[in-house]
């Protein structure tokens, strides 16, 4: 295990477990849950409850994937605050980075919801502007990708309780994976990884360990990713939405099978 549980997004608890009616005293690993406060400038914007690692990530994927910023590079820094009730998030900026459109949160997001705090249904649903190019894949390369992520994330293999988003290359490679109880946040601390390392959206694809709703969809198009795979079922409005941006979108991906609800193009068929 890390030195460091917290840091690494879980905590240890004493337990009692029962197998067989033989009863026996344990520490469990359980998924840190978290409020995160994000600020910009040390204006308040958002709580988000999430797993308290990879926060910087989050800062950078959350300020483009809401539209807060139009582009990562304004930011200067990410001060990163714990205190006993949770953890601050200021995030320092240009003041024209800041979109003038950029929507104020008024509640707290809870970990498996990406739009509490919204105040109109324009702020709910929005359309990214459509994405195009990107890579084409086959079924071997998708069911690769899938085999390794299962190997590739350390927080659920230790707690069973968070969601995962990762980033793989053209041969199936997984190349960055990030953790979270929220689905949503796991896929915004991935985006932000990406930005901070230079990764090219175009150069591969998108894995969820989660269902694909819609706004997981437009994170995606926002950040010019054109192929999603979710290991569960997308939402009817998430297939509308990939449709509309150009988003090649993968549902129950599991081994030896799949199904494609938008962009087909991206899949390249075995003759």
């Known amino acids: 295990m890390p030195s460091d549980p917290i840091a690494a997004g879980y905590a240890l608890r004493p337990v009692i477990r029962v197998q067989h009616g033989v009863e026996e005293q344990a520490d469990d690993c359980l998924a840190q849950e978290v409020p995160v406060a994000v600020l910009y400038d040390g204006d308040s914007f958002a709580v988000m409850m999430a797993t308290p690692a ?14 807060r910023v139009a582009d990562t590079a304004m930011i200067h820094a990410v001060e990163v605050h714990e205190g006993f009730e949770g953890i601050q998030l200021n995030i320092v900026t240009d003041e024209a980075a800041i979109t003038a459109e950029a929507p104020e949160r008024l509640l707290p997001g809870r970990s498996g919801c990406g739009i509490c705090g919204s105040r109109t249904l324009e702020e709910v649903v929005r359309h990214p502007t459509p994405v ?11 069911e690769k990708a899938l085999a390794e992520l299962r190997q590739r994330q350390p927080i659920n293999a230790l707690t069973g309780s968070v969601h995962a988003a990762a980033w793989a290359l053209p041969d ?14 796991a896929l915004d601390k991935l985006i932000g990884a990406m930005l901070r390392q230079g990764i090219d959206a175009q150069q591969g694809f998108l894995l969820i360990t989660s269902r694909a709703s819609y706004e997981m ?12 795979a979710a290991i569960s079922a997308p939402t ?36």
Do not use: W
């Open 54 to 67: 990879d926060l910087e990530d989050f800062a950078y994927g959350f300020s483009l994937s809401e539209g």
């Open 132 to 142: 195009s190019g990107g890579i084409s894949i086959d079924d071997a390369t998708l």
């Open 172 to 185: 199936g490679s997984i190349h960055l994976v990030r953790e979270d109880v929220g689905r949503h946040n």
């Open 217 to 228: 969809v437009t994170k995606a198009a926002t950040a010019g990713i054109g192929l999603m």
């Open 236 to 271: 009817a409005l998430a297939v509308h939405l990939a449709r509309d941006c150009g988003v090649t979108l993968i549902g129950f991906a599991r081994p030896g099978r799949h199904v494609i609800y938008s962009h087909p193009q991206r899949l390249l068929r075995n003759d």
